[in-house]
């Protein structure tokens, strides 16, 4: 083979070599329970909240009249429908994420990796580092920030696929910077050191 042709195989090889390698690299859900061996004070606030509850209110029974007004049936067992699951889960059909209430129910809710992002790897430097990373780092490995990109919570908010939307009720209409201030919806804000601006 000459030289010149050696170089696009290469290239070819290298960026094959580099898919492999981000594939292999991409973080995992690992669940809200190891987040709370570090962070107790957020989880237990978590807990209490609807996001951790969001997968219940699909069964049957739950919720009865916003179910009604969404054209939804309120007898209806929608927890194992794929067309609800996804926003009312962690991870949902991604590595170590949700697949079904018997397999994976630590999964079921909207947990903390919904929302910060599959943490098997940032985990990982919040543990070496402990307060002393930066925020590039941690995005890096996958952390998400939701204070910062809103398309975190457009991931289920505001999206075409709920049945619930502003035209329905005006509490179904999507302010993000509004929706942030309902700390009671996710956790308070810690008075530890943190990176976040807000
Ligand atoms: C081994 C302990 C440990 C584990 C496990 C851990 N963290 Fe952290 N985390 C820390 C420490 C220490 C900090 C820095 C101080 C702080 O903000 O509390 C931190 C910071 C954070 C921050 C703020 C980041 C910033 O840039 O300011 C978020 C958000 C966070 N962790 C979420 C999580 C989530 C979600 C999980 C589970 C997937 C998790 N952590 C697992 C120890 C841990
Ligand atoms: C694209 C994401 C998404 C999908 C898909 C989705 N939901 Fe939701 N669901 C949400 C969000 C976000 C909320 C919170 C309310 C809001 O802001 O729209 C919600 C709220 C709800 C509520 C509570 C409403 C209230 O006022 O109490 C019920 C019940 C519900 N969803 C049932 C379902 C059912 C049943 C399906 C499947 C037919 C479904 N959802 C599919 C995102 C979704
Ligand atoms: C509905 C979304 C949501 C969920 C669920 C959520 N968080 Fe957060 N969290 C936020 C937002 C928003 C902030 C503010 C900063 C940002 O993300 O940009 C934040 C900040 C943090 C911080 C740093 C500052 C502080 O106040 O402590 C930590 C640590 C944290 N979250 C841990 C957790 C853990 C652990 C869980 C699960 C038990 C969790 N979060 C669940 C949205 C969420
Ligand atoms: C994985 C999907 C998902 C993500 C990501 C998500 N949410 Fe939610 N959120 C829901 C569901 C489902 C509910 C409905 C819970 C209920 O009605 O009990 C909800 C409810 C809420 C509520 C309480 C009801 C309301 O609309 O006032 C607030 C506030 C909220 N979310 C804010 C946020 C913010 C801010 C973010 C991003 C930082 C976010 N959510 C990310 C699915 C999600």
């Given at each position: 083979?000459?030289?010149?042709?050696?170089?696009?195989?290469?290239?070819?090889?290298?960026?094959?070599?580099?898919?492999?390698?981000?594939?292999?690299?991409?973080?995992?859900?690992i669940g809200?329970e190891k987040c709370?061996s570090?962070?107790?004070?957020?989880?237990?606030?978590?807990?209490?909240?609807?996001?951790?509850?969001?997968?219940?209110?699909?069964?049957?029974?739950?919720?009865?009249?916003?179910?009604?007004?969404?054209?939804?049936?309120?007898?209806?067992?929608?927890?194992?429908?794929?067309?609800?699951?996804?926003?009312?889960?962690?991870?949902?059909?991604?590595?170590?994420?949700?697949?079904?209430?018997?397999?994976?129910?630590?999964?079921?809710?909207?947990?903390?990796?919904?929302?910060?992002?599959?943490g098997?790897?940032?985990a990982?430097?919040?543990?070496?580092?402990?307060?002393?990373?930066?925020?590039?780092?941690?995005?890096?490995?996958?952390?998400?920030?939701?204070?910062?990109?809103?398309?975190?919570?457009?991931?289920?908010?505001?999206?075409?696929?709920?049945?619930?939307?502003?035209?329905?009720?005006?509490?179904?209409?999507?302010?993000?910077?509004?929706?942030?201030?309902?700390?009671?919806?996710?956790?308070?804000?810690?008075?530890?050191?943190?990176?976040?601006?807000?």
């Amino acid at each position: 083979m000459k030289r010149w042709q050696a170089i696009p195989a290469l290239s070819i090889v290298l960026f094959l070599m580099m898919t492999v390698q981000a594939v292999a690299a991409k973080p995992k859900y690992i669940g809200v329970e190891k987040c709370a061996s570090c962070h107790k004070a957020n989880y237990l606030a978590w807990k209490t909240s609807s996001h951790a509850k969001a997968f219940n209110i699909l069964k049957p029974g739950k919720r009865k009249k916003a179910k009604l007004r969404a054209d939804l049936d309120p007898e209806k067992d929608y927890t194992a429908d794929k067309k609800c699951v996804k926003c009312h889960v962690t991870g949902y059909r991604k590595r170590g994420g949700f697949k079904d209430i018997e397999s994976t129910p630590q999964m079921a809710g909207v947990g903390c990796e919904s929302c910060h992002g599959p943490g098997s790897k940032y985990a990982v430097l919040h543990d070496k580092k402990m307060y002393g990373f930066e925020k590039s780092e941690a995005t890096e490995l996958g952390q998400l920030y939701g204070a910062d990109d809103e398309t975190v919570c457009l991931q289920c908010h505001a999206h075409k696929d709920s049945p619930t939307h502003e035209k329905l009720d005006s509490k179904y209409r999507w302010d993000w910077k509004e929706k942030l201030k309902v700390r009671k919806a996710y956790h308070p804000k810690s008075k530890k050191k943190s990176q976040f601006s807000f």
